[in-house]
């Protein structure tokens, strides 16, 4: 009996592991031993956790990514490939909101799964284009390294066999190295550059003032009173509140 048990069990112990409907063949065997080594080393990016550091080549120079944050609030954005039509309208469309950044103390450091020399020519064809003229480095990231560090990755693309495709992420991360904001668009969809710009300015203000933003938000508009302060201490704080429920309440800063 006890040795029925166990060949059933370890039988249905290999099914479940292994279903008959989707057998895992040799080929493969080494692709999910390398996506499981990979996965396990892969930190997990939430909303709080340290920014990974690296190192990596870029156009303008080698860098340690947390020393070129120093400081500063920091924007990290990834592009599947040069010369490919979306990414060079971004590009393009960061780079003429560069002045806008700086005002904010924000970096800029895009990256594209080419090496540098294609880089080089990419950001001629960008300025041309786009009419800016480029300031801030791209990286370059051929083998993937930072695209997996960042899980810059569809699930589709980090099962394939061949080198995997890099979707459009973005990183706020704040000047300890926390991530901050993330957004993921598939590599078929431009992002909108006036969206992040504006969540920067949500975070910078809900950190120096201690509040939190509602829909919509723009720089200027009224603002919302966290649940954690009182309303007698936020007139005591920002003066005005106009209450529309006890958890629900505006004011301006």
């Given at each position: 009996?006890?040795?029925l ?31 499981s080594?990979?996965?396990?080393e892969?930190?997990?990016l939430r909303i709080?956790?340290?920014?990974p550091?690296f190192?990596a080549?870029t156009?303008?120079g ?5 020393t070129y944050?120093?400081d ?25 909101l ?5 005002t ?6 895009a ?9 080089e020519?990419?950001?001629?064809d960008i ?5 800016t003229s480029?300031?801030f480095?791209?990286?370059a990231?051929p083998?993937?390294?930072?695209a997996w560090?960042?899980d810059?990755l ?13 979707i ?19 590599a078929?969809?431009g992002?909108?550059t ?17 509040v ?9 508009g009224?603002?919302?009173?966290p649940?954690s ?5 936020a007139?005591?704080k ?5 209450e ?6 505006y004011t301006?800063v």
């Amino acid at each position: 009996m006890a040795t029925l048990f166990s060949r059933t069990a370890a039988r249905f112990a290999a099914q479940a592991v292994r279903p008959k409907s989707t057998p895992i063949r040799p080929a493969q065997l080494s692709q999910f031993a390398r996506l499981s080594s990979t996965q396990a080393e892969q930190p997990r990016l939430r909303i709080g956790s340290l920014a990974p550091n690296f190192q990596a080549q870029t156009t303008h120079g080698d860098i340690d990514f947390h020393t070129y944050i120093s400081d500063s609030w920091a924007i990290l954005f990834s592009h599947p490939a040069d010369f490919t039509p979306v990414c060079t309208t971004e590009l393009g469309a960061f780079s003429r909101l560069k002045p806008e950044f700086d005002t904010r103390g924000v970096k800029l450091l895009a990256l594209s799964a080419d090496p540098l020399t294609s880089h080089e020519k990419w950001i001629a064809d960008i300025n041309e284009t786009q009419d800016t003229s480029m300031s801030f480095p791209i990286i370059a990231d051929p083998e993937r390294k930072v695209a997996w560090l960042y899980d810059m990755l569809t699930e589709e693309d980090a099962l394939k066999k061949d080198i995997a495709f890099t979707i459009r992420a973005v990183f706020v991360i704040d000047p300890s190295k926390k991530i901050r904001l993330t957004m993921l668009y598939p590599a078929s969809t431009g992002r909108n550059t006036a969206e992040v710009l504006r969540v920067v300015d949500s975070l910078q203000l809900g950190d120096k003032k201690g509040v939190a933003t509602p829909v919509d938000w723009v720089e200027g508009g009224d603002v919302i009173v966290p649940p954690s302060v009182t309303t007698a201490d936020a007139r005591k704080k920002f003066g005005d509140v106009r209450e529309v429920k006890p958890y629900l309440r505006y004011t301006r800063v």
